[in-house]
């Protein structure tokens, strides 16, 4: 059973965003300040918090289906 657990994270893929696939410069610019700086985070509004949660997530969605495609 502890072998088991000590393999679960051999597969584990994380990704990072790809930021440079968003269009706009400043949603760029804000997308960066906010993946390399948590605490910004917490100085914006619910509204602007989901707005660029969501941009990150695209960006996100959009590298995965590109590597799928490449493999």
């Not at 393999?7 to 410069?25: G, S, V």
């Not at 300040?33 to 602007?48: F, I, S, V």
Request: contains cysteine; negative net charge.
């Amino acid at each position: 059973m502890v072998d088991y657990w000590n393999d679960c994270f051999n597969d584990l893929h994380i990704l990072q965003p790809d930021w440079k696939t968003i269009e706009r410069t400043s949603d760029r610019a804000m997308v960066f300040m906010l993946l390399n700086d948590e605490e910004e985070w917490g100085k914006l509004e619910r509204r602007t918090k989901n707005k660029y949660k969501k941009l990150v997530l695209v960006s996100n969605l959009r590298q995965l289906f590109v590597e799928t495609e490449i493999n």
